[in-house]
């Protein structure tokens, strides 16, 4: 093998895949071979289905050269965060209760991507049922940052972003109920896109909070991420919270530029409780966007401060309720930091529940005025860069913080207003881990903010690859 077909995007890949320059058997050996050296370090797989991925690899070799090609990601190996259910493979979601469970179904993300002739290699690590933002798992162990193997990759869809960045994979996918796709990208230097909430179906996906999940792409590129979301989205009506929305063709976006768009940044939450290097690199990054003709404008969201607290409240009681049979009867099989999450989402009355819903229907409203003066909102991706296994506070500006709360701290916003955003590094610290700028645009936009994202990518260039030094 080339030992260099696993380090290409989709972008890359697809057009010598169509031609038959390149074989999908010899990208899938390729990243397979990865796997095998990598992740006894990396620990970002739970599942690898080596035979399942090359019987799918030849299939669809076979199938473009007869000239059935159907499209960017046919032949194109990718792993699933274990919470998607795939048929005949068992979907954990980083559980021991599930540790067993078999689906007798694809969710239907994962079925349209396999029409769209992806590969599927494996299912990734992830923090247990997703609730968590480190990705230290008790019962299959944790995963470690590609770019520092003693940090955290971030979570919960760590263990994507760590397959993507080490090159594992060519895509992947994650879920994001409080930043679980946005902040793993931010910290692993990979781009993460959170769709609309209804824009991809959560059908045949193990929920956390019902009404803050979302599901969608982790890629290596901004291009691939428009490729995956468009074979993820659209309507399905076994998901009640699907929307029946158009889906666009978001790479034709990308040909645009950023002329005369107006990104709104609020300075006061933006620019509190960051780190200096992150703060100076999202700076550097708008400053760029700005020399590319957009404009910057300053707003206020009054409300913006409590959306970590309305987030807390929510993020426990929802799982609450999904976990109470399990909770009761097999609590002794949770992580000691999931259970005591439950327990605490149980002690919450109707009361907290209602208030903050009530609050998260104000901050919505004050996004949607903002909206009315600006076309996208730009934040860091993350606080910080990738703290230290094992850490359980980060310093922040001379403060101890929690690292779960502050690593949420900048995607509450758009789980609790549904309104789509994505992570794309925007550089190295000094200590060379990654950092991401984030951007979060209109409901049902993912074009413009595809089309942002993608206009900096270009601009600013590719971060350096990660030189995993195995142990």
Known sequence: ???????????????????????????????LEQI??????????ITVDAEGALKAARTAQRQIAKGKYLGPLHGIPISLKDLYDTKG??????????ADRVPDEDATSVAQLRSAGAVIVGKTNLHEFAFGSTTQNPHYGGTRNPYDTKRIPGGSSGGSASALAADMCIASTGSDTGGSIRTPSALCGTVGLKPTYGRVSLHGIVPLAWSLDHVGPMTKCVRDAAIMLSAMAGHDPKDPTSANEKVPAFTRALKKDVKRLRIGIDPAFCFSMVDDEVAASVENALRTLEGLGARIVEVHLPNIELTSVVESILITTEPAAYHEDNLRNRGADYGDDVRALLEGGSVFS??????????????QQEFARAFEKIDLFAMPGAPVAAPPIGAETVSIAGTEVDIPMALIRFACPSNLTGLPAISVPCGLSNEGLPMGLQLVGRAFDEATLLRAAYAFEANA?????PAVELD
């Open 1 to 31: 093998m080339s030992n260099e077909l696993n380090r290409m995007t989709i972008s890359q890949l697809a057009p010598k895949v169509k031609s038959c320059k390149i074989s999908p058997v010899d990208i899938t050996l390729d990243v």
């Open 89 to 98: 493979m068992r979907t954990t979601a980083g559980s021991k209760i599930m």
């Open 36 to 45: 095998e050296k990598l992740d006894p370090l990396l620990n970002a797989y």
């Open 350 to 363: 109707a009361v907290h529940y209602i208030k903050a819903q009530r609050l998260r229907r104000i901050i």
């Open 461 to 465: 260039g590719p971060l350096p690859k």
